[in-house]
């Protein structure tokens, strides 16, 4: 497994050793190996061709990534859509309806921001 074929003289087709020995002379026979190993040439070459090409592959893994950042951006647009409405809505009459049952310390923080802010516009 691990020897170079081309040191030890046997053939790199894939094929048995007795396959090997005994070649084909029926000229159809021989015409299919050739085509059959067209074919796996092409093939060969084909996805070396395809493993060179560095710039198809920066390409291709661009788009890629774009396509995953779309997809995760979509995602989160609609999860941002669907909580953003009715949070905000629920938070403000969460807030309007405590400032209504207890309006006492909604005054007393009102006052003391604004005694605060009169300071701070007093000094400068």
């Not at 087709?13 to 000229?27: C, H, K, L, M, Y």
């Not at 493993?51 to 788009?63: E, M, W, Y």
């Not at 909580?83 to 809505?89: I, R």
């Amino acid at each position: 497994m691990g020897e170079d074929p081309r040191a030890t003289g046997t053939a790199v087709t894939g094929s048995s050793d007795s396959e090997a020995a005994t070649p084909s002379s029926d000229p159809e026979e021989i015409r299919r190996e050739i085509e059959s190993t067209r074919e796996e040439l092409g093939d060969t070459v084909a996805a070396l061709a395809a493993k060179a090409d560095v710039k198809t592959q920066a390409k291709q893994r661009i788009q890629a990534t774009k396509a995953t950042v779309t997809g995760k951006k979509n995602e989160l647009m609609g999860k941002a859509k669907q909580a953003s409405p009715q949070t905000a809505s629920t938070a403000a009459t969460s807030v309007s309806q405590k400032a209504r049952e207890n309006p006492v310390p909604v005054t007393a923080a009102g006052a003391f921001a604004f005694g605060f802010l009169a300071g701070w516009a007093m000094r400068r």
